[in-house]
Every structure is written in C-alpha cells, then in structure tokens.
C-alpha cells in the first residue's frame, strides 16, 4: 500500500503524521510512505531526518491584508495542484492523508478530482482553514475534540478519537530522566513549555517569580532558542535548582522528570501532556488563528485535568507560585487522573488501522 502524508509548516501538524506514519509502517512495514510539504516548515527544516521522501510544492498561508502575495495566492495555489497531481502520477498513493496546514490544502483537491482516497486530521478544537474548507472532499475526517464536530460541513463522516502522539513519548524513565536533567528525586518538578520556539512571555512571567522558589520544588524549563541566553544569565548563581534547555528531542524524558506543567495550549502539547497523565496550567497563545489554543485549553480545563490562565494576566497571576499550590493540593492527584482519562495514547495506531481499512474498503466503526 502507498500512503501520501500532507501537513507540515509547523510541528503541530507535522507530528502527527510522523506518529500515525510510524504506526503504519509498524502495522504493514512493506507500505510505502511519502511526504508532501513545503521548503518554508519544519518540515523541510528536518528532511534529512524525517525518515521519508519528501516532495515539496509552492504553497504558502494566505495573507491576511493586501499584498503581492494575496495576489499571488491563486498562482500558487494552482501550480501546487498541479504540482501534487504530477508527484501522485508518480507515486501513485492509494490514500492522501492530510494533517493540517497550508499545505494540506493542494494534495486534497488533487485526490479529489484524481477520485483518490482521502482523510484528515484535525488536532484542534476549532478547525483549521483547511479542515472547514475541504472535509466535505475526504472520505473521512478524524476529530481530536468533540467540539469541532460543529464546524463540519453537514454530510461528512468524522470518528472521534484523540490527537496522534509518538508512542515513544509515554516511554521515559522518570528516575534517568531526573538524572539527565540534575534535578533531584527528592522534589517535585514544574515543567515550562512554550512550545518549540518558546514562549517569551512565560519565560518573562517566570523569571519574575522564580526567586519565590522553595527547597522541595524544581523547575525543568524549555524557554526556546531565541530567549536562552538572556534567560541563562538571569538565572546564574540562584539559590534553585533549574534545568534550562532551549529545545528538547527527547520529550519522553522531559515529561517523564515532570509532575505538573505550565505551557501553551497547541494540541500537540496538551495531547502528550494528557497521554502522560501530567496536569496543567495552559497560558494559550493569544493570536492563534480563531484563538483556537483557548478552545483546546478550555476543553480540558472542563474536563478537570487542569486551570486556565489568561496570556494577558501573566502581570497579574503569579503562575509559579500557582503551580507549586496545586501540587501541594488535594485535588493534584483528581487532576492528575483526569489527565490520564482524557490522554489517548493508542489514537495512532487506531487511525493508523482505520485508514488500512478505509483503503481495503473494511467497515470502520465509530
């Protein structure tokens, strides 16, 4: 079986096509597996790693004022259909699976007017462009939250079922990871998590708090490339334990250190977050498109497994402290098992099987 991948720009949506690839090949390990994407993500930032063929097309975001390039949208847009249409000549993909992003877009319509197989992915709880604009062209569309049911054309077919992790991800081994990171077994651990780039705001929020710190608490803090070394030489020669890191591959041992988080609200972040059985404060990215990091975090906010605070009071709300009062909580260990009821480790493999069926024209059930 040839299964095309679609989605990129960002690790939000490129992850989950890696996690529900690596599930594929696991199930059938003689399928062959392509990517398409662009030169402008992650996606190409990591093409000698990715594990896959990657084909790359010229499709960018819409602009969102009058420029050159929403004028040249449609041009792009065109030849990245026909771009796609070559590549599937090609590689003759008995599915397109698309997860998100920009790019999802052109292979999509391609599968259409090929009458090639098609599903999507949706991380989010407010859909994205893509997912509005062209489920009603795939044969069926995975949902991560209930939520987003409402933003469907009538008519498609959608299965509900959690966002795709790498299995890896729940493996780590809590004690090694402590002692990766020089942190104690001894204290509890806040993870801060910004997201790949960081996140410049949190980082602020904490260096302003952090000096509140007490003996049996430590932090272990991804603060992002861009705010590392300022952030560095604030923390030098405190009296508290901190393991700074700008960026981590190893995210099975990040979360395996950590008891609690503080982090943006992207699905991919709360998905292993959740599939760990770590509760949280999410601070959601306030310019996210439709503000669709609130409606994931508010999501798991009803659901107990962690509290909200707003981007616009980090001046107002000491987050740190807040974190250290819910891990000496009673309700730290209700929100913790929340967590782990909402995770849903084994969604790749299940749409990973669902796919196999969709193909061989199995009925799939919801």
């Known amino acids: 079986m040839r299964i095309l991948f679609a989605g990129g720009g960002t690790g939000g949506h490129l992850y989950p096509a890696l996690a529900i690839a690596e599930e594929m090949k696991r199930i059938d390990n003689d399928c062959s597996i392509e990517f398409i994407g662009t030169k402008y993500g992650l996606e190409y930032r990591m093409k000698d790693s990715l594990g896959y063929k990657l084909h790359t097309i010229a499709m960018r975001g819409i602009p969102r004022s009058l420029s050159i390039g929403l004028l040249a949208f449609p041009f792009r ?41 098609c599903v999507l992915q949706e991380q989010n709880s407010y859909p994205g462009m893509v997912t509005r ?21 009538e008519g498609v077919d959608r299965k509900f079922i959690g966002n795709p992790i790498r299995c890896s991800i729940i493996s780590g081994n809590r004690e090694k990871a402590l002692e990766q990171f020089g942190l104690h077994n001894d204290r509890k651990t806040i993870l801060i998590l910004g997201g790949s780039q960081g996140a410049h705001r949190i980082n602020e929020a904490i260096l302003n708090s952090i000096d509140k ?17 300022e952030v560095k030489a604030r923390l030098n020669k405190r009296d508290f334990v901190v393991s700074l890191f700008p960026f981590s591959n190893d995210m099975k041992s990040v979360y395996a250190a950590a008891d609690i988080a503080i982090a ?27 503000d669709h990091q609130t409606h994931n975090a508010e999501a798991i906010v009803e659901a107990g497994a962690a509290e909200m605070i707003t981007d616009s009071k980090l001046d107002e709300v ?35 099987k ?3 069926s969709l193909v061989k024209g199995d009925r799939i059930d919801n």
């Open 213 to 229: 710190l007490d003996n049996g608490i430590q932090v272990l803090w991804q603060c992002g490339k861009r705010d590392y070394t």
């Open 133 to 153: 604009k062209f489920a009603s062209k795939t044969n069926l569309v995975f949902l991560a939250y209930k939520q987003a049911e409402k933003y469907l054309p």
């Open 318 to 352: 000491d987050v740190l402290t807040r974190a250290v009062d819910i891990l000496r909580s009673d309700n730290y260990t209700t929100m913790k098992q929340a967590a782990a009821e909402i995770g849903q480790p084994g969604a790749a493999a299940q749409i990973a």
């Open 264 to 290: 943006r609200a992207g699905a991919l972040t709360i998905a292993e977050l959740t599939a760990c059985g770590i509760p949280a404060i999410f601070i959601p990215y306030p310019h996210a498109t439709a």
């Open 354 to 356: 669902d796919i196999f």
């Open 77 to 117: 847009l065109i030849s990245s259909v026909m771009k796609c249409r070559r590549i599937f000549k090609s590689f003759n993909p008995d599915v397109v699976v698309g997860t998100g992003g920009y790019v999802a877009g052109p292979p999509i319509i391609a599968a259409s007017i090929g009458n090639i197989p």
